[in-house]
C-alpha cells in the first residue's frame, strides 16, 4: 500500500506555473520532515527542496527562486509551488518523509522512509 500520493503535474508551457501536492494516507505528514526530488528519464533522482520538523527549509541551488516547499499541517498536506518552469524541469517529481531523527541528510534519497509513486511534469518549450 502507497502511503504518499502526489498529484498536481501535468503538461505545460515554459514559463507556466504548477502547484505540486503531497498526501500522507496515515494523517501524520505534519510530524514528519518532508522533501521533495525529481527524476528525469535516464538521470538519477535529484533533491529538490525540504522542510524539516521545526520548518527549517532548504532548496537545491538551482531551484531557489523558482520553487517553494510548504506544509499545511491543519490539513496534513505538503506542496511544491513550482514558477516560471523550464523545459529542464520535465521530470516525475516525488515527495518523501522522514521520521524525526538525529541526523536529517535532506539531500538524500536514503535520508528518507516512505516514498510517492511520483507525479510527471512536462514543460515544452
Known amino acids: 500500500q502507497v502511503r504518499l500520493v502526489e498529484s498536481g503535474g501535468g503538461l505545460v508551457q515554459a514559463g507556466d506555473s504548477l502547484r505540486l501536492s503531497c498526501a500522507d494516507s496515515k494523517r501524520s505528514l505534519s510530524s514528519h520532515a518532508m522533501g521533495w526530488f525529481r527524476q528525469a528519464p535516464g538521470k538519477e533522482r535529484e533533491f529538490v527542496a525540504a522542510i524539516t520538523w521545526n520548518g527549517g527549509i532548504y532548496y537545491a541551488d538551482s531551484m531557489e527562486g523558482r520553487f517553494t516547499i510548504s506544509r499545511d499541517n491543519a490539513e496534513d498536506m505538503g506542496y511544491l509551488q513550482m514558477n516560471n518552469l523550464k523545459p529542464e524541469d520535465t521530470a516525475v517529481y516525488y515527495c518523501?518523509?522522514?521520521?524525526?531523527?538525529?541526523?536529517?541528510?535532506?539531500?538524500?534519497?536514503?535520508?528518507?522512509?516512505?516514498w510517492g509513486q511520483g507525479t510527471q511534469v512536462t514543460v515544452s518549450s
Open positions: 518523501a518523509i522522514k521520521s524525526p531523527t538525529e541526523h536529517f541528510y535532506y539531500t538524500r534519497v536514503s535520508g528518507y522512509d516512505y
